[in-house]
């Protein structure tokens, strides 16, 4: 039986793909996935271990309103709350909703496309149709399905067979309201075929005065040795709650490296699977997520490998404050005929003060018997002989403290591999110990 407040979301995604404009096979998965969410609705915490610690229901019976315009006529209203993002190759995509000017007015190098899904579905239907139709049939997250049924706009981004992107492109997505709540599902599909290189950043960030929801979905698609460098900023408004999901598919000797950082919002939960699916594929999962206030932020990540000789490695950090909640699951998974696997987990960390809430599962499934897998959970507080080292040489308890934090935190912004984001990072990090 739907429930009124589902209904909402049901009525909206119809409207949505009523007006979409889509060729038919994007049609067709669209209403499929619609189909499923309306089978599952959101998620209960008494019935779906998933989410056992982080309760949603309270989030989606607020009213949000899918068509929600934010307004531009003060040209640096985004510049002000873009957080330094809007480098050279940067498109802002606003409440969901793709600026076709601004993506046809970047200038990208030959063999990188970046095209709406409207306006190109039928010259990438190989990948496109492929992904939608895997998506929507074998998706079990609610969130990510209304995603597929209800998507307003969607990025593509195909780079060709040996051609390296020269430089980050940013995705900025913007979340924001002046009035009414909002809601918005921003969709990406990125796809490096052949031995391409790419590096993408994509930056949540906002400004409301409003309750707002931001429901994002990227998938990943990396080719026979491929590499793509995937980064994720969450910073948003504190008014702003977050639901991501990322699907990477890893080909034979391709190479996916994701960094995650939590920086805003209210309650967020990020949803991260890789499936290596050729030998000698890769991928890297690193995380950090900054946690204070009564913020509540949770990271479920899955590896698996599928086949022989893959290699995955996985760092995830927490620094959590006043009566901020931190929830992290991790599993790796290892195919019965996935001999060879080398994998490695890890999952660090700090609590700067009582009353603060951490649940940590890092967890293996693993089904064959010639593997390296290695995984742990770390869980305490700032090193007391490391304070005592700097209050010796005269360095105050705050400056000594918020030292030894950043530098726990450094580790995963330092291997970002984008110098100027590390930077900009930094220094938000250093602002946000001195704010403490």
């Known amino acids: 039986m739907t429930s009124d407040f589902t209904g909402r979301y049901i009525d909206q995604a119809r409207r949505a793909q009523a007006t979409s404009g889509a060729p038919g096979f994007v049609a067709s998965a669209r209403a499929l996935a619609l189909q499923r969410f309306e089978a599952l609705g959101f998620p209960q915490r008494r019935k779906n271990e998933a989410w056992k610690y982080t309760n949603v229901l309270p989030l989606v019976k607020v009213d949000f309103d899918d068509d929600v315009a934010y307004p531009t006529s003060d040209p640096t209203a985004l510049e002000r709350h873009a957080r330094g993002l809007l480098w050279a190759k940067a498109l802002v995509v606003t409440n969901g909703r793709v600026d076709r000017e601004r993506v046809d007015s970047l200038k990208l190098p030959a063999g990188v496309r970046l095209e709406r899904l409207r306006d190109a579905a039928d010259a990438h239907a190989d990948v496109l149709e492929a992904a939608l139709s895997r998506f929507a049939d074998q998706e079990t997250n609610p969130f ?11 990025l593509i981004l195909r780079v060709a067979k040996g051609v390296a992107l020269d430089e980050p492109l940013c995705v900025v997505h913007f979340s924001g309201s002046q009035r009414d709540p909002s809601i918005a599902h921003p969709r990406l599909l990125v796809v490096c075929d ?24 990227s998938e990943v698609f990396v080719g026979a040795n491929a590499t793509i460098n995937h980064l994720h900023v969450q910073w948003e408004a504190p008014q702003t709650a977050h639901v991501s999901t990322t699907n990477a598919y890893v080909r034979r000797d391709g190479r996916y490296r994701q ?43 899955s590896i698996e490998h599928l086949v022989p000789n893959g290699n995955s490695w996985q760092l995830y950090k927490g620094v959590v404050s006043d009566q901020g909640t931190l929830v992290f699951n991790g599993r790796i998974f290892v195919e019965k005929d996935a001999q060879k696997t080398d994998a490695k987990q890890q999952n660090n960390n700090l609590l700067l003060n009582e009353g603060t809430t951490i649940n940590s599962k890092p967890q293996l499934e693993i089904f064959a018997d010639d593997v390296k897998c290695t995984h742990g959970a770390t869980v305490g507080r700032l090193d007391a002989e490391g304070l005592f080292y700097l209050r010796a040489r005269g360095i105050g308890e705050a400056e000594a403290r918020n030292m030894l934090t950043h530098a726990f935190a450094s580790e995963v912004i330092d291997a970002c591999g984008v110098d100027d984001l590390a930077e900009l990072l930094s220094e938000t990090l250093r602002g946000w110990l001195n704010e403490g």
């Open 144 to 154: 990510a399905l209304l995603n597929t049924a209800a998507f307003h706009d969607a």
């Open 194 to 217: 052949e031995s391409s290189e790419a590096t993408v950043i994509e930056a949540f960030v906002g400004h409301s005065e409003a309750p707002c929801l931001t429901n994002a979905v």
């Open 259 to 301: 960094q995650l950082i939590n920086l805003g919002g209210s309650l967020v939960r990020n949803n991260v699977r890789t499936l290596l699916q050729g030998e000698n594929a890769e991928c890297t999962l690193n995380g950090l997520s900054m946690v204070r206030g009564t913020q509540h932020v949770d990271n479920q990540t």
